[in-house]
């Protein structure tokens, strides 16, 4: 199959407009979605490449290494001009000996290409794809030194593109100061709608491209999630924790989406994803998967054109609902 797809940024590769997320794949950690078994994911791997989807995003953090660990054990089993792209973060430095405490964000020169080494190893390649900052830093460095040691690491021929994720206006300004950055990764979904403000506009002037995280809001806006699901959720799923108001305001959005979805023949999750593809300046969306069978749910969204009633519509769910902030549809 093929999907269609978009450049990332200025001089990046040509990618599918949606891409597989493999934070879930990382199995129990801090921030970790319950037990995961390596083969599900694998088997998962293999249908979102086999449905056309032509990168994996993941991270150092994720199950502290094994997300990694077990993507590379994935991009084994494939000839190498069948692999698809990889997308991996660093900048979190997690204690071993303690894995409840919550990773520090680092990110000095050093911790930089230590983590890029490392996730080199964990995927079993020689160069990664796509490297980004995965928070800004908490330890005093500045972000300029930060971003001379990513172009280091792109100039040596350890990372083809650099981007960062989660960074907020100020940052994002002086890295593009300093160096092009190919890419920036923030959360964005019809319930989390900030960074369609200021962040989105500002990477389409500047031409970054932008991979948007959790566009399902992490299950919230996807046909079978309830109240229900949610308390019956296993110990080590980091989503036990949320509000309970705030998740019945996100799931009466879900609810607006069926009628959307039933219209052009998809599944309420593709509707979801297709609303985040259709604002103009973003790249792709990230989303994440455990089984196959949940790409198949929601891959239809690559094909999905929201049309300018169904996005007058969504907004105005948005608006009852009174979930999240920010614009409710692109101007």
Not at 310 to 321: G, K, N, S
Request: hydrophobic letters at 40%; glycine letters at 10%; a negative charge.
């Amino acid at each position: 199959m093929t999907l269609p797809v978009r450049r990332l940024g200025t001089d990046g590769p040509m990618i599918s407009v949606v891409g597989l997320g493999a934070w879930a794949i990382g199995g129990g950690w801090l921030w970790g979605w319950g037990p995961q078994d390596d083969a599900d994911s694998i088997s998962t791997m293999h249908r979102a490449i086999e449905s056309g989807i032509t990168w994996i995003d993941t991270a150092g953090v994720y199950g502290y290494g094994h997300s990694e660990e077990v993507v590379g054990r994935f991009l084994k089993e494939l000839p190498e001009s069948d692999r698809p792209l990889v997308f991996t973060k660093g900048g979190l430095v997690w204690n071993v000996a303690d894995p409840t405490q919550e990773a520090l964000r680092d990110l000095s020169p050093r911790t930089i290409r230590s983590q890029c080494e490392d996730s080199l190893r964990r995927l079993g390649v020689e160069r990664i794809d796509l490297y980004q900052f995965h928070w800004p830093d908490e330890t005093g460095v500045p972000v300029e030194e930060s971003w001379d040691e990513m172009s280091r690491l792109v100039d040596e021929g350890k990372v083809r593109w650099g981007g960062v994720s989660n960074f907020d206006m100020e940052l994002l300004r002086r890295c593009e100061r300093q160096r092009h950055m190919d890419s920036l990764q923030p959360k964005f979904s019809a319930v989390s709608r900030r960074m369609a403000e200021e962040t989105l506009p500002w990477a389409r002037r500047h031409d970054n491209g932008v991979l948007c995280y959790s566009p399902m809001a992490n299950g919230r806006l996807t046909d079978t999630f309830s109240l229900q699901s949610w308390q019956a959720l296993p110990d080590g799923d980091w989503r036990k924790a949320w509000d309970v108001d705030e998740l019945r305001r996100d799931l009466s959005v879900r609810d607006a989406l069926r009628p959307v979805a039933a219209r052009h023949g998809v599944s309420v999750a593709a509707v979801a994803v297709a609303w985040v593809l259709a604002w103009p300046g973003v790249t792709a969306a990230i989303v994440g998967a455990r089984r196959p069978e949940q790409v198949d749910g929601w891959i239809a969204a690559a094909d999905v054109e929201l049309s300018r009633h169904d996005m007058a519509e969504i907004a105005q769910a948005i608006r009852h609902a009174g979930a999240g902030s920010g614009p409710e549809r692109p101007e």
